[in-house]
Each structure stands twice: as C-alpha cells, then as structure tokens.
C-alpha cells in the first residue's frame, strides 16, 4: 500500500470511535471526497465528545431522510450564513456547562467562501473556540452545480456554461489574516482552544464531471502540481510549507484531462504553470521570512 506523505499515519490501526461519526448508509456518491475527509475526521477524533455544525450543503442530506440518520454524532443544521454563529453558541453553552464537548462546523465552500463569510470572519477574530473544517469541492454542489468563489478558473459549471473567468479565492490567506490556526493534523486542531480552520479539497465526481475512483488521484496530482499547496499558518504570522511540489506541468495536464469540467482550450496550462511558480516563490519567500533563523519547521 503507498504511504500518503500527508497523513503522517492518520489511517493507521488505532483508537476508533465506538459509533462512527458517518454510519453506512449515508447519501453521498461514490467517490465523495467529503466521505474520505469524514473517514480520516473519524480516526482524529477517537472517542472526544463532539457537536458538529452543518449549514445548507451536500453534507446536511447526506444523514437521510427522519427518523434515521448516518452520522453517528449529535448535528444542528444551520443555515448558509449562520453555521460559525451557531457553533459559538454551542461551544459556550458547554464551556458554561464544564463539559469537554469540541465543538466542529464541517461545511462546504459556497458556506465558506461565499454565503457564510461574514460570521466566519467574526468568530474568527473573536477567536472562539471552534474547529471550522471546509470540505471544498468548489461548487455549490447540493443546488446543481454552480460556481463559488472556490470554483477554479476555466472550470465550467451551470452558471459558467464557457467556463469561470475569476480565479479561486486564497482562503487560507484570508483566514491567516485572522490571526488564527490553519493545520494539517486534525488530532492536533481538536486539542487546540480558540478558533482553527483547516481547509480540505474534496473531489466531487457529480461536479468535476471525473470517476469516483479518481478522486484521492486528483488530489495528489493537485499537490504535486503546486494547484493545492499543503502548509500550515500558525497564530496567522509563522508559515510552514508541509510539502514542497514538484510543479509538474505533465501533473498539471493530466489533472485536467481526468475531469470533464474543463474544456480543452479552457484552461492555458503554460499559463497556468508560470503563475503557479510565482505563487509559490511568493510563497516560500514568506516561509522563510517568517521562520527562526531562515528555516522551515
């Protein structure tokens, strides 16, 4: 089996939650990224109490129809613009209340992005106590298919039938100008107190229009390409880059062409290659000014 560089034994045989958080029999589609990110969320976790906070997004359906329900623990929905909102509330009343209860928002990009960014930038800089996790398949996947602001340029979608013109937006810079915690390692969020945000890509083969067996593929082809950089920003000022990509732009190339989004001449990968190097100069530039004594930790 390959060792993903990423997951620093993640998946390995360990402590499992007596009642997994998502039950067989969940809604979502073969090959659902969201159901990948759920399955490593479950092995952080262990066996800490937890609330979870889901706006409007695939993963609100994805328990069923009443009086069953595939997850396995405790989840309010929330509306598109409310879910940081709410998960404050919640997080106080079990402080309030000396419980150990971590509080979660699991929600899509278009709650993220878009719809939900006023209350997640307040709770942020009131860095209250709650793990926010994106699980971004950049689309609005549960209406249809239309683009968000996570939707990548040149990527076609109902609502840009030629495809998108903007380019995604950098979240993880907006998040990290909150002063607050991106990281890699869900087990170590879980422990930490004030407000974290972890920001996962999840394929959607509904959406990018890719095979279900394609998806974890895709990502390491996101990675590799230098698309999805894998770093962590502590307390918003210390960069570590986590992985470094090889910037391939044979990687690039096929991961356009395993999803059918993208259109042939939609996409100038040239282009696209030269500005993913200016990104991530830009990028190592402000690892290595923000680290001790020039290195990366």
Not at 92 to 113: I, Q, S
Not at 173 to 179: G, L, Q
Not at 200 to 216: F, N, Q, Y
Request: hydrophobic letters at 40%; glycine letters at 10%; one cysteine or more.
């Amino acid at each position: 089996m390959v060792r993903e560089p990423l997951l620093c034994g993640l998946l390995a045989p360990g402590e499992r939650r007596t009642d997994p958080i998502l039950r067989p029999g969940g809604t979502n589609c073969g090959g659902c990224g969201m159901s990948i990110a759920f399955g490593m969320l479950d092995r952080a976790i262990g066996q800490r109490p937890i609330q979870m906070v889901i706006p409007a997004c695939c993963a609100i359906v994805t328990p069923g129809q009443y009086p069953r329900s595939a997850y396995g623990v405790p989840v309010v929905a929330a509306t598109f613009a409310s879910a940081a909102a709410l998960a404050t509330g919640l997080a106080h009343a079990a402080r309030l209340n000396g419980e150990k209860t971590r509080v979660l928002c699991w929600a899509g990009d278009g709650g993220t992005f878009d719809i939900g960014m006023a209350t997640l930038s307040a709770t942020a800089e009131r860095d209250e106590d709650v793990l926010y996790i994106c699980y971004d398949n950049e689309i609005y996947g549960n209406t249809g298919g239309q683009r968000s602001s996570a939707t990548p340029q040149g990527a076609v979608t109902n609502t840009t039938p030629r495809g998108k013109t903007q380019k995604k937006k950098d979240i993880v810079a907006i998040m990290a100008a909150h002063r607050v915690h991106t990281l890699r390692k869900m087990r170590y969020a879980l422990d930490l107190e004030g407000f974290r945000f972890l920001h996962v890509l999840a394929p959607c083969p509904t959406g990018w229009k890719s095979e279900p067996a394609d998806g974890v593929e895709l990502i390491r082809l996101a990675v590799r390409s230098g698309l999805f950089p894998v770093q962590e920003v502590f307390d918003g000022r210390r960069t570590v880059i986590n992985v470094e990509p090889e910037l391939s732009i044979e990687a690039l190339r096929q991961y356009f062409a395993l999803q059918g989004r993208f259109k042939g001449d939609g996409v100038d990968v040239e282009a696209l290659s030269l500005s993913l190097r200016e990104d991530w100069a830009h990028l190592r530039r402000a690892a290595l000014e923000e680290s001790p004594c020039g290195t990366r930790t």
